[in-house]
């Protein structure tokens, strides 16, 4: 009876039923919760005395109006201490894509100027989600070994442990000037994938998912270099063949294709350009992308010599994916994301401290799955092409692990990779013999592991709400939910 459902559900599109979408209505309240700090006010800006402009993202606003006149500065009260100064000029080093948004929004309501962080933020966190849906609906379609029930069953869970049990709720604690690039990093870094998987797995029209991924690879490099780079790689992987057809073999250009290659690669070109145009009218250089010695504070943060270094990769992967007793408290939060783990410190920013946790203690669920389709997919003896753009959307790994200094915000940068291997998991998830023995058993123990991530991730995310730095508001309603789960477990002790 399994083998015939089976077969009746290959081949089948995933629509989305009324519970995904309720899901993702429930992601998208909390995360609205968090972004507004409880006040539901999308529109309203934090006070926070002289750092009032910084943390509300006003230096994307500024930028806004520089780029209007062709410059790339910002005004020094609205960046701070994240000042870059080069050649008598105030810049920042986070990517100029907020801004371009901008640039329409001011001009359309230049009442709201400086108001649009929050709602930036939350627009993207909204693409986020859809775009993991997406891709999570191309893979499970494409599976010939569920039934439609436990499709709909795994693409649900996942979009909740994804919503609410990874790094991407750490960026919706605050609209600041350093998440909201990284969010809209993320998110055009995530519709990348998507249109990679589409090539990969859809057969048809096969141009417009490179002309996407195009798209994708430039707005992810103007936002996060780091997310662009992996985007950038794959492009070139994907469009490798039919490039070179055009480029050395004229008669070939009559497919669809290659001779399509020039115009599809255009919108990758051309924010390469602008980034290129941007690295140079801030630092003098098209090749400076955060040129550390023209920070504002550099003898503060006691800066090492290389920016990028890859004798940091052991100490972030043991901070990112390791495991430590500071994590866990019998105290509210219970969860903690303690100091960062830097022993050798002569390799890392000395002058402030940072904070991570690992993804064992709040997303295990996307590690085990991103593990198994790591397994998957390199002990196949196909998908050479799928290994290959696994290997792309690996490379900023590199980066960020390179990078001196460790911060939650950057655990975002591996999300990419590990949804891809996720994605591929489910691909084939139900083609082991054990699955048909022990599908009930195999969904409580999924239920269970999304269940503790989405608990611990939602735990130390609220502890971080009880930072100085936060409002009252949101103070006093995490120190209600927190006396709330305390009286439970005394009820239950």
Request: proline share 4%; glycine share 4%; charged share 15%.
């Amino acid at each position: 009876m399994y083998e015939n459902q089976i077969n009746s559900s290959r081949d089948t599109k995933i629509f989305l039923s009324k519970r995904t979408l309720l899901i993702f209505v429930i992601i998208f309240i909390i995360h609205l919760w968090f972004i507004t700090f409880g006040t539901w006010n999308l529109f309203a800006l934090t006070p926070y005395g002289d750092n009032m402009n910084l943390w509300n993202g006003v230096c994307y606003d500024s930028l806004a109006k520089s780029l209007l006149h062709g410059k790339s500065t910002v005004g020094p009260s609205t960046i701070l201490w994240e000042a870059f100064i080069a050649k008598g000029n105030t810049s920042m080093y986070f990517g100029p894509f907020p801004a371009f948004i901008r640039v329409v929004l001011n001009l359309a309501f230049p009442f709201m100027y400086g108001k649009w962080s929050r709602i930036s933020c939350l627009v993207a966190s909204a693409f986020c989600l859809l775009a993991f849906l997406q891709i999570l609906r191309i893979q499970l379609s494409q599976n010939q070994y569920l039934i439609m029930k436990d499709k709909l069953f795994l693409l649900d869970l996942s979009l909740l442990s994804f919503g609410l049990g990874t790094p991407l709720l750490v960026l919706m604690t605050h609209s600041f000037v350093y998440h909201e690039a990284i969010i809209w990093g993320l998110c055009w870094c995530l519709w990348g994938l998507y249109f990679t998987i589409s090539f990969l797995f859809l057969d048809e029209k096969k141009y417009l998912k490179i002309l996407g991924l195009s798209f994708c690879a430039g707005f992810a490099l103007l936002s996060r270099v780091s997310f662009g780079v992996p985007c950038y790689l794959t492009l070139l992987i994907l469009t490798f063949k039919p490039l070179t057809e055009y480029l050395f073999n004229p008669k070939n250009r009559l497919n669809n294709l290659s001779a399509k290659i020039p115009l599809l690669l255009l919108p990758a070109l051309l924010a390469l350009c602008s980034q290129l145009w941007y690295n140079y009218d801030r630092f003098g250089s098209i090749t400076d992308f955060l040129p550390i010695k023209y920070h504002l504070n550099y003898a503060v943060l006691k800066a090492p010599e290389n920016v990028i270094d890859p004798k940091r990769i052991a100490i972030c992967l043991i901070n990112f994916f390791g495991f430590r007793k500071e994590y866990f408290s019998n105290k509210p939060p219970f969860i903690v994301i303690p100091h960062s783990y830097w022993p050798n410190l002569k390799n890392f920013f000395t002058g402030y401290g940072t904070q991570s946790i690992s993804y064992l203690v709040i997303s295990p669920w996307l590690v085990l799955g991103s593990i198994l389709g790591l397994f998957l997919l390199f002990t196949s003896k196909k998908m050479l092409l799928a290994k290959l753009c696994g290997i792309c959307y690996l490379s900023n790994w590199y980066i960020v692990c390179s990078f001196p200094s460790i911060v939650q915000r950057y655990a975002n940068e591996f999300l990419p990779f590990m949804i891809f291997m996720y994605a591929y998991f489910l691909l084939t998830a139900g083609r082991q013999a054990f699955y048909k023995n022990y599908r009930i058993e195999f969904k409580l123990i999924t239920i269970i592991i999304c269940s503790i991530s989405i608990t611990t991730t939602l735990l130390s995310v609220l502890g971080l709400t009880l930072d100085s730095i936060y409002p009252e508001e949101i103070k006093n309603q995490a120190k209600f939910i927190f006396n709330f789960i305390e009286n439970i477990i005394i009820l239950i002790r």
